[in-house]
């Protein structure tokens, strides 16, 4: 027994169970209560760290000289680990005033909660540890909190800092500092409004051409049309000129059909047949006329 005292004690302090603890749960290394148990193919059973500790200088089980080492370890039988965890013990704050009992298996969770736990102080830089039941009011006092300054300057100070705390010093750091981001964002807004500028001031001289375009595109048509429109009237004067020669000549036929009536009617003409041909002939070439240029 006397070697192993020579590794840390690592399973539950025998003395804080209630009642009656089986010889089979104790750790054959610490001989305490076993913690995170690890069992041994001849059935020792070992807290997992004391077990860990006597494998580096040894291969074999510190109890019958078996050999041992660490891939044979497996976890402990199921009825005992039932046993192990129904275990009544004590908080281990009972010194500090804990009253707390419970199975070994809910220890941990009551332990991590315990209000008589020692716990760091939450300021940083704070190096005190107080129960967790104190921290409310070492917190009020911890020379580590920070605090409004009493000055209205509207900065948090750490009580130890008091001293060196300058009110002024600090509102013209944070005043150059807004002024900076201030004109900062001015010039972003600047560059961004002269960027959008330049977009619409292009977009515009692009609409621009493309309407000096249409308007050139436009007038060259409309000449276009005038120039037809010149053409169709030239024809139509052209036309009315033709309909006026062949109305006279019209009314010419007409009267040279009257005449020839009257010279058929006078028997006197009634020999002279020769003269009949040239009238009418002159007829035939005038209708002739006159028909093509209404048909044009
Ligand atoms: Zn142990
Ligand atoms: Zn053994
Ligand atoms: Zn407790
Ligand atoms: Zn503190
Ligand atoms: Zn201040």
Known sequence: MQRLTVFKKMGYDMERFVGY??????????????????????EHAFCTSCIHGW????????????????????P????????LNRLQLHCRNT?????????????????????????????SGCPLQV??????????????????????CGYAILSAGDA?????AELR???????SEMICQIE???????????SQRRHMVQKESLLQNEIEELKSQMSKMMSNIQALMATERKHRQELEQAELEKREVLELMKNFQKDCLSPQNGSKKATHFQPLSRLESMKRKTWEATAI
Not at 55 to 74: I, K
Not at 76 to 83: A, P, T, V, W
Not at 173 to 179: A, F, I, Q, V
């Open 95 to 123: 010194a500090s005033g804990c009253e707390i009992v419970c199975s070994l298996e809910s220890i941990g969770r009551h332990e991590r909660e315990c209000e008589y736990s020692q716990i760091p102080c939450s300021n």
């Open 131 to 152: 129960e967790r039941r104190n921290l409310d009011s070492h917190l009020v006092v911890c020379e580590f909190r920070s605090r409004e300054c009493p000055n209205g």
């Open 188 to 198: 972003e807004a600047k560059h961004e409004m002269q960027s959008r500028l330049d």
């Open 21 to 42: 603890v089986n010889e089979g749960l104790l750790c054959c290394i610490c001989r305490d209560v076993l913690q995170d148990p690890l069992q041994a193919p001849c």
């Open 173 to 179: 750091t944070e005043l150059e500092l807004l002024r």
């Open 55 to 74: 494998l580096v200088q040894h291969n074999s089980c510190p109890e019958d000289r078996q050999f041992l080492d660490l891939s044979v370890l497996r």
């Open 164 to 168: 060196q705390h300058n009110c002024v």
């Open 76 to 83: 402990l039988y199921r009825y005992m680990r039932n046993d």
